[in-house]
């Protein structure tokens, strides 16, 4: 027998623990939860990210269309020789 969560109209926050009404203004959109929602509240998320970035950096390249597509380009062809590279070895 399957076993089905009952849906609310409100759903607690996994960190903050504030119980808020499930919907978009709150919560996050996540296709693979049974709710749809993700388990942070949207505050929590962002709090989270700004912390995250501060640590670690944002490290996204503000390239232009051009040179995206050549440094696509350029990783394809190399994932390409690699590939070629270990069949010819025998490597699995």
């Not at 597509?69 to 020789?81: D, G, L, P, Y």
């Amino acid at each position: 027998m399957r076993h089905y969560k009952r849906i609310t109209t409100h759903k607690r926050c996994s960190l903050c623990n504030e119980l808020l009404e499930r919907n978009s203004d709150n919560f996050w959109r996540n296709k693979k939860s049974y709710d749809g929602y993700q388990t942070r509240c949207k505050r929590c998320a962002h709090e989270y990210q700004v912390k995250y970035i501060q640590m670690h950096g944002y490290k996204k390249p503000n390239l232009s269309s051009d040179e995206r597509a050549k440094r696509n380009k350029e990783r394809r062809e190399k994932r390409h020789s690699n590939l070629i590279n270990k069949i010819k070895s025998g490597v699995p």
